[in-house]
């Protein structure tokens, strides 16, 4: 047997443990993704070890994050990972199916329904140990991760944890299936002139939603159907980095979305220093990094709304099974008119890189 051979009856704490042996900077979510198991799964084997399982309080661990100070925050789907520096302020965590936080820095929406697991992780690694707040799905999926960092309050996090630590410190997690959203319906089986009429008819952009699910269509689904008159224009996959790259060089706020089952990550000003790595599309400025998997864009499109604030622009990302990856608006407030900067830098793009 050689050393990257290992026993058919290894426990998955082995089986990991051997994997990092050959490759000690592979990352626990690439880790999971090679042996056939969740995230969280992988993670509970080191309870005990760094690990410690937390009551799925959710609420209750939410409402004391901000005692940490500050932290980052970190919002990812399988291509797309959104990193924001800042502290966790004007927490709207309520009984409702939607939890809130409204920041300049830390901008979230929560959607309990994907909560299911969560943990505190303390990782040794080259600058001391490093410690987070983990939480994840029902299937074993990262949700959302809070980072100490240098300015955060160690005390206070010690002090959450065992607050919450949970009575059941087995390592090892149960994990079961996310329930799948509804596929999509037929076209011709869609009331198309009624969505395209509410849709011209849109005073809040917010109210989009709500329009998907009365028309019983997915988002990528409703932006085939858009109304004529460039409502919804297919772009070149290209866009989403060119766009960035402008904002950059114009320094023209933005407002970056990301998001997953069970949370919505915003970033919101000026972008800075853009970069690339293998396969990889990035932001790295100091409170702000983007990293973006651009092979993994399937369909982008530049998308507009009516307000009673004017037109709403963006550009969407989709991945090969119309899931949205990223969204990119400018920099507005309720109230206010999106900026003509912004509009301007967008049609351009939208003029180089519209598809047939």
């Not at 998955?12 to 994997?19: A, I, P, S």
């Amino acid at each position: 047997m050689n050393a990257t051979e290992t026993p058919a009856t290894a426990t998955l704490k082995e089986r990991w443990d051997n994997l990092l042996s050959t490759n000690p900077a592979l990352r626990i979510r690439n880790a999971a993704a090679e042996l056939g198991v969740s995230e969280a799964e992988l993670l509970a084997t080191r309870i005990g070890d760094g690990v410690t399982r937390l009551r799925p309080d959710f609420r209750g661990i939410l409402g004391e994050v901000g005692k940490l100070g500050r932290v980052m925050a970190l919002t990812r789907n399988n291509d797309v990972v959104h990193e924001r520096k800042g502290t966790y302020l004007n927490p709207q965590l309520g009984e409702g199916h939607v939890g809130l936080f409204v920041g300049a820095e830390i901008d979230l929406r929560i959607f309990w329904h994907a909560w299911a697991h969560a943990f505190a992780v303390l990782e040794p690694g080259k600058e001391g140990v490093r410690y987070s707040l983990q939480f994840f799905a029902p299937n074993g999926e990262a949700i959302h991760k809070i980072y100490l960092i240098a300015e955060s309050d160690a005390g206070a996090y010690h002090d959450l944890v065992q607050q919450f630590r949970s009575e059941d410190q087995a390592p090892e997690v149960q994990v079961a299936p996310m329930r799948d959203g509804h596929p999509e319906r037929p076209d011709t089986q869609v009331d198309v002139a009624g969505l395209q009429q509410e849709w011209l008819a849109l005073k809040d952009t917010h109210d989009f939603h709500l329009l998907l699910r009365k028309y019983m269509v997915s988002r990528s689904q409703a932006l085939r159907l858009a109304p004529a008159g460039d409502y919804a224009v297919p772009v070149n996959n290209l866009a989403l980095r060119t766009i960035i790259t402008k904002a950059a060089a114009e320094q023209c706020p933005i407002m970056v979305f990301v998001g997953n089952p069970g949370m919505l990550q915003i970033h919101t000003g000026e972008v800075t220093k853009v970069m690339d790595v293998p396969e990889w599309f990035n932001v790295i400025d100091p409170d702000f990094n983007l990293h973006m998997r651009e092979g993994a864009i399937a369909n982008s499109w530049i998308v507009r709304k009516p307000s009673v604030d004017g037109m709403i622009t963006a550009l969407e990302c989709y991945d090969s099974k119309g899931s949205q990856l990223i969204q990119l608006f400018c920099k507005r407030k309720p109230g206010i008119p999106e900026l003509e900067q912004w509009r301007a830098l967008v049609a351009a793009v939208e003029a180089e890189q519209r598809l047939a």
